[in-house]
Nanobody
């Protein structure tokens, strides 16, 4: 199971850190991803990190968040994070964390999903 938290209402330019705690499975063997879905839009990829974590972890980002968002994982805490800086109104969405056997930016590759956390950025 995945439990996401950390969302909220902030002004443009602010920062938030989302957390996703993993329980009930071997966290360290899975790639983790963050996706988001805005009202009336399809779910889209935000960021992913492979199973390794650490300085040599493979990470990927959507073009729209590159340079502003950072994904990381803490194996000891079974947690993956999404640090979001310089937030924009277009970042408003429900953010989901997900686990996959394979590092991927495709939502279909992820078989376990958290419940989502709302991020709202006002202008």
């Amino acid at each position: 199971q995945l439990q996401a938290s950390g969302g909220g209402l902030v002004q443009a330019g602010a920062s938030l850190r989302l957390s996703c705690v993993i329980s009930g499975r071997t966290f360290r063997t899975y790639a983790m991803g963050w996706f988001r879905q805005a009202p009336g839009k399809e779910r889209e990829f935000v960021a992913a990190i492979d199973w390794r974590g650490g300085w040599n972890a493979r990470k990927g980002y959507a073009d729209s968040v590159t340079g502003r968002f950072t994904i990381s994982r803490d194996t000891a805490k079974n947690t993956v994070y999404l640090q979001m800086n310089s937030l924009k109104p277009e970042d408003t969405a429900v953010y989901y964390c997900a686990a996959s056997d394979t590092y991927s930016s495709a939502s279909l590759a992820y078989d376990v999903w958290g419940q989502g956390t709302q991020v709202t950025v006002s202008s």
